[in-house]
């Protein structure tokens, strides 16, 4: 009886053991979190970033950060070839935070900690969807961007452009009116950096269309969307526009030597007329090193109307994310950190982004904005959340999906006069018609 006993003691006591560990490890959801509770929490992290060129800036903010957690530890790794990089150690243990890179969104739970379910989170926070799957939630946005142009003002009045460009025609208008007038590269095209090239991808949904269904409800499902719309819209528009640009002459005059950190000062002295980029890019040129008029930055949205209207694509930056594999201790603090970084940072707005807290302040470099619509990406309907994913992987074309080659082939056979658009563009519809065929995809 005895012994019975003690092995039933010995089950209660491993039974118990069992649930406070279990309990231990639970960890809160991102909106749970509150700032200055666990102030005593020892841990530390190490932080794998892109943005390489704000070193100085992320050391105040884990200075300020250790101000509350003074016990916390943050190492920040700034790396150049961000992309690349982080998607070889996405699963390694020698990272804790991380900007998610373009893995699958079935296979987020793998690498990352849950950070809580998608319908609360969307109710508190902006882009939380971009990082989430099956409803629950694995990033939180560094910042949010509005897609649009990055111009020079000054020079832009010395060609005589007045109003900003609404269309694609208007657009190559003014880049020939700064040709013809100014000394400036009418478009620096930054083919060289390779990932800017990429950028391009970004207009061809909300900026083309006017439609946030498109890119990842109605994109895999029709029939050559690349096809000419015949009236400045539609992805056709997109491209054609950096096409044309580049035939023309409106470009730099080596397109194979650009280069992005040097471009900075450049649109900011008037070097430089326009670039095609996110908002992100914004206080880069402005406070670019070298740079003595910040005041000439300016941003407008992409050239091309739906019916007279123009839309601007927004969406979240870089989401953070916490190692699935770090320690409770590590996955608690980063939980913190990103909190702080989301609420009291103000790193969204510093950094000419759209804010991630829902209740946070617009910076004004959105004055050209006014009356645009500011729309994002509707999410994929139940069951087709890897659809995009898996066409880009089948076509080859990898649309907002580090699909840079594609768009530098634009730049090549015009420059080299060797291939004309409408043929590219027949390829890439051709590709992505053989891709729906090999998924069984609905073309529509």
Same mark, same amino acid.
């Given at each position: 009886?005895?012994?019975?006993?003690?092995?039933?003691?010995?089950?209660?006591?491993?039974?118990?053991?069992?649930?406070?560990?279990?309990?231990?490890?639970?960890?809160?959801?991102?909106?749970?979190?509150?700032?200055?509770?666990?102030?005593?929490?020892?841990?530390?992290?190490?932080?794998?970033?892109?943005?390489?060129?704000?070193?100085?800036?992320?050391?105040?903010?884990?200075?300020?950060?250790?101000?509350?957690?003074?016990?916390?530890?943050?190492?920040?790794?700034?790396?150049?070839?961000?992309?690349?990089?982080?998607?070889?150690?996405?699963?390694?243990?020698?990272?804790?935070?991380?900007?998610?890179?373009?893995?699958?969104?079935?296979?987020?739970?793998?690498?990352?900690?849950?950070?809580?379910?998608?319908?609360?989170?969307?109710?508190?926070?902006?882009?939380?969807?971009?990082?989430?799957?099956?409803?629950?939630?694995?990033?939180?946005?560094?910042?949010?961007?509005?897609?649009?142009?990055?111009?020079?003002? &000054?020079?832009?009045?010395?060609?005589?452009?007045?109003?900003?460009?609404?269309?694609?025609?208007?657009?190559?208008?003014?880049?020939?009116?700064?040709?013809?007038?100014?000394?400036?590269?009418?478009?620096?095209?930054?083919?060289?950096?390779?990932?800017?090239?990429?950028?391009?991808?970004?207009?061809?949904?909300?900026?083309?269309?006017?439609?946030?269904?498109?890119?990842? &409800?109605?994109?895999?499902?029709?029939?050559?969307?690349?096809?000419?719309?015949?009236?400045?819209?539609?992805?056709?528009?997109?491209?054609?526009?950096?096409?044309?640009?580049?035939?023309?002459?409106?470009?730099?005059? %080596?397109?194979?030597?650009?280069?992005?950190?040097?471009?900075?000062?450049?649109?900011?002295?008037?070097?430089?007329?326009?670039?095609?980029?996110?908002?992100?890019?914004?206080?880069?040129?402005?406070?670019?090193?070298?740079?003595?008029?910040?005041?000439?930055?300016?941003?407008?949205?992409?050239?091309?109307?739906?019916?007279?209207?123009?839309?601007?694509?927004?969406?979240?930056?870089?989401?953070?994310?916490?190692?699935?594999?770090?320690?409770?201790?590590?996955?608690?603090?980063?939980?913190?950190?990103?909190?702080?970084?989301?609420?009291?940072?103000?790193?969204?707005?510093?950094?000419?982004?759209?804010?991630?807290?829902?209740?946070?302040?617009?910076?004004?470099?959105?004055?050209?904005?006014?009356?645009?619509?500011?729309?994002?990406?509707?999410?994929?309907?139940?069951?087709?959340?890897?659809?995009?994913?898996?066409?880009?992987?089948?076509?080859?074309?990898?649309?907002?999906?580090?699909?840079?080659?594609?768009?530098?082939?634009?730049?090549?056979?015009?420059?080299?006069?060797?291939?004309?658009? %409408?043929?590219?563009?027949?390829?890439?519809?051709?590709?992505?018609?053989?891709?729906?065929?090999?998924?069984?995809?609905?073309?529509?």
């Amino acid at each position: 009886m005895k012994k019975i006993l003690s092995l039933v003691l010995a089950l209660c006591l491993l039974l118990g053991l069992a649930s406070f560990a279990s309990a231990e490890e639970t960890l809160p959801t991102f909106d749970q979190i509150v700032l200055g509770e666990n102030a005593d929490l020892t841990a530390k992290i190490h932080f794998a970033y892109h943005r390489t060129d704000i070193p100085d800036k992320l050391n105040g903010y884990v200075e300020e950060f250790r101000k509350i957690y003074p016990n916390v530890e943050i190492e920040y790794e700034l790396i150049t070839d961000y992309a690349e990089n982080a998607l070889l150690r996405v699963d390694n243990t020698d990272w804790t935070i991380m900007g998610i890179p373009t893995v699958q969104k079935d296979e987020l739970s793998k690498y990352f900690v849950p950070l809580g379910s998608l319908e609360v989170l969307d109710g508190l926070y902006n882009f939380m969807s971009t990082q989430s799957f099956e409803g629950i939630c694995y990033g939180v946005p560094s910042t949010g961007n509005a897609n649009g142009v990055l111009y020079n003002k &000054r020079i832009f009045a010395e060609a005589g452009v007045t109003e900003l460009p609404k269309t694609p025609d208007e657009f190559i208008a003014a880049l020939k009116a700064v040709k013809e007038k100014t000394d400036a590269i009418p478009l620096y095209t930054n083919y060289a950096a390779g990932w800017t090239m990429g950028a391009w991808d970004a207009y061809i949904g909300v900026a083309a269309t006017g439609n946030p269904d498109y890119m990842n &409800r109605v994109l895999a499902h029709t029939k050559d969307p690349f096809a000419d719309q015949g009236n400045g819209t539609g992805p056709y528009a997109v491209y054609k526009i950096l096409y044309d640009a580049t035939a023309e002459g409106l470009i730099e005059d %080596d397109y194979t030597t650009t280069d992005w950190e040097g471009c900075k000062p450049m649109l900011n002295n008037g070097q430089i007329a326009t670039m095609v980029l996110g908002s992100w890019a914004f206080t880069q040129m402005r406070d670019a090193e070298g740079g003595e008029h910040p005041e000439d930055v300016g941003y407008m949205a992409f050239p091309v109307s739906i019916d007279g209207k123009q839309y601007a694509p927004a969406g979240g930056d870089y989401n953070f994310g916490i190692n699935a594999k770090a320690s409770y201790e590590e996955k608690l603090a980063s939980l913190y950190y990103l909190k702080w970084l989301t609420h009291e940072s103000g790193f969204a707005y510093s950094e000419g982004g759209v804010p991630i807290d829902k209740n946070g302040e617009y910076p004004d470099l959105y004055a050209a904005f006014d009356g645009i619509d500011m729309l994002s990406d509707t999410d994929a309907v139940a069951g087709e959340e890897t659809l995009l994913s898996e066409m880009n992987a089948e076509s080859e074309l990898n649309f907002n999906n580090g699909g840079n080659t594609k768009v530098q082939e634009i730049i090549e056979h015009a420059f080299n006069h060797d291939k004309s658009f %409408d043929d590219i563009m027949a390829d890439w519809n051709a590709a992505w018609s053989d891709a729906q065929a090999a998924l069984n995809v609905e073309v529509k």
